[in-house]
């Protein structure tokens, strides 16, 4: 298939990106800047220069031919910014209005499948009831609501007859994740990675999964699917879990009371939400290498270091 990327060069962009040069696809990604290209290169693709991805003409002249449109940008800010509103202006435009101009140039050009990265932050907390895509969503955070844009827009693409995907993600960590930066740097305080009740549930995925479950995608009837993997674990087992693969001591996950009493607006981040992954094994035969966090982290933990050994 020949697929047109936006955000290529992100946390999710590249293990998708190279998931699918791998299985064959025909990968053009786009990147902002040349200095970007040659990494895209190294992973099989096609490197696009695209300084302005809100050029509505510049896009279309790149899509050009292309079979399907992939939707992978976000600008998700630091953990130490995110209070801020004003850190979240970029990634509130990417869903908000790029995804209704990459629809629109879609339909244009009569690309055939449209996939778009969403989140499974909005959902409710569901304690330990199991999470699908039939659950309610929750509307009452207003940082979310670009979420709710961007999904509509696949549902705009679907209704005009195109293959639209919507992907909700769980939590990503990965080795080079800045998320995982920010966790190994609250453990110097003994906090953990997770945040909420001790018994609540978290759901999560390791990059390089939902990079495979991108490409899986690329042959997903249209709909809306959870991706996620197979045993989201209680916020206790989690930090647990992160504590052992790093080999630190035991970690304090932040209560709700505590970050309320601090002014924070955690919203989704405190929520128990056991996502069920089942509708997009079944739809695609996709299934996560790292089955659990406990997994997961220990193969974060593992890279990391053979990383600073050949480094």
């Known amino acids: 298939m020949d697929v047109f990327v936006i955000g290529a060069t992100g946390e999710l962009g590249r293990p998708a990106v190279r998931e699918m040069a791998t299985a064959g696809h025909r990968v053009r990604a786009a990147t902002r800047t040349e200095a970007k290209a040659g990494a895209l ?37 630091p953990v130490r910014q995110m209070r801020s ?11 908000s209005d790029l995804t209704p101009m990459l629809v629109d140039v879609a339909l244009e050009q009569g690309i055939g499948r449209f996939v778009a990265e969403s989140i499974t932050f909005i959902y409710p907390d569901c304690r330990s009831e199991w999470i699908d895509e039939s659950t309610t969503l929750a509307t009452d955070n207003a940082a979310l609501r670009s979420v709710l844009d961007l999904e509509r827009e696949v549902e705009r693409f679907r209704a005009r007859g195109g293959q639209g995907v919507t992907l909700r993600f769980s939590s990503f960590y990965g080795p080079t994740a800045e998320s995982t930066e920010a966790a190994l740097r609250f453990a110097r305080w ?10 609540n549930y978290q759901s999560s995925i390791h990059t390089a999964d939902a990079g495979s479950a991108v490409s899986a995608a690329l042959i997903a009837p249209s709909g809306t699917y959870n991706v996620t ?6 916020k206790a087992d989690y930090a647990a879990a992160f504590a052992t693969a790093f080999d630190l001591p035991r970690l304090w996950v932040v209560s709700p009371a505590l970050l309320r009493l601090a002014g924070s607006s955690a919203g989704a981040l405190v929520r128990s939400q056991r996502v069920c992954n089942d509708r997009f094994k079944t739809a695609t035969g996709w299934v996560p290498r790292h089955r659990t966090a406990r997994e997961g982290w220990r193969a974060v933990a593992e890279e990391r270091a053979r990383e600073r050994i050949n480094a």
């Open 41 to 77: 290169a190294e992973m099989g693709a096609e490197p696009v220069v695209l300084p302005d991805v809100f050029d509505r003409d510049a896009v279309g002249r790149a899509a050009h031919g292309s079979e399907a449109l992939l939707h992978l940008a976000t600008h998700i800010p």
């Open 190 to 199: 003994r906090i953990a990675p997770v945040m909420g009740g001790r018994d």
């Open 229 to 234: 993997d197979d045993e989201p674990l209680r």
């Open 85 to 95: 509103p004003d850190a979240w202006v970029e990634n509130n435009r990417l869903r």
